[in-house]
Antibody
Framework: HLLESGGGLVQPGGSLRLSCAAS????????MTWLRQAPGKGLEWVSA????????FYAGSVKGRFTISRDNSKNTLYVQMNSLRAEDTAVYYC???????????????WGQGTLVTVSS | DIVMTQSPGALSVSPGERATLSCRAS??????LAWYQQRPGQAPRLLIY???TRATGIPARFSGSGSGTEFTLTISSLQSEDFAVYYC?????????FGQGTKVE
């Protein structure tokens, strides 16, 4: 089970931190991913982090503005989003990956998502 | 970035019919290719990973095939609950990317 929180309305240039509480699996064994979907649009991969947290990866559209992290002691995934833009408006999903390491970054279980709206 | 191109954009089929969805990668993604189903108002659900392995609980009417740059998702006999949007996804190289989706209606 994955439960996202932290979404809401934020002004352009503002910041927001999303959280994803995980349960029902051994969180520390799996890479995790953030994805998003703008209203009426397709899926966009945003960022991923390895099981141990030592490796992180970003889409070009968010690199330098978003930071993914995890706390394996709390079974929680985070994404810190800074310098938000109107085009960041989307439902943000966290997802557990198939495993860890190369070839295992396929999201297999997704949360229900949290809506982030960037508007003045 | 690897560009994933799905065709067609929309597919009109009747219950019981076969549906064939295509996905092309701009460069080889080896076997790191997945398919997702998204029903309206719901989160995506993993159907297929590793080109052809069905995820847990996915019915046998869903099958995946292909290699390298050309991939296919086949739904052998459409059920009412299969009318949805389907996305292919490469997890071979960073940044990971999705196709734009095929709506099965």
């Amino acid at each position: 089970h994955l439960l996202e929180s932290g979404g809401g309305l934020v002004q352009p240039g503002g910041s927001l931190r999303l959280s994803c509480a995980a349960s029902g699996f051994t969180f520390s064994n799996y890479a995790m991913t953030w994805l998003r979907q703008a209203p009426g649009k397709g899926l966009e991969w945003v960022s991923a982090i390895s099981a141990g947290g030592g490796d992180s990866f970003y889409a070009g559209s968010v690199k330098g503005r978003f930071t993914i992290s995890r706390d394996n002691s709390k079974n929680t995934l985070y994404v810190q989003m800074n310098s938000l833009r109107a085009e960041d408006t989307a439902v943000y999903y966290c997802a557990k990956n198939c495993g860890d390491g190369p070839g295992n970054y396929c999201p297999d279980y997704w949360g229900q998502g949290t809506l982030v709206t960037v508007s003045s | 970035d690897i560009v994933m191109t799905q065709s067609p954009g929309a597919l009109s089929v009747s219950p019981g019919e076969r549906a064939t969805l295509s996905c092309r990668a701009s460069q080889s993604v080896s076997s790191d290719l997945a398919w997702y189903q998204q029903r309206p108002g719901q989160a995506p659900r993993l159907l297929i990973y590793g080109v052809s392995t069905r995820a847990t609980g996915i019915p046998a009417r869903f099958s995946g095939s292909g290699s390298g740059t050309e991939f296919t998702l086949t739904i052998s006999s459409l059920q009412s609950e299969d009318f949805a949007v389907y996305y292919c996804h490469q997890y071979y190289d960073w940044p990971l990317t999705f196709g734009q989706g095929t709506k099965v209606e």
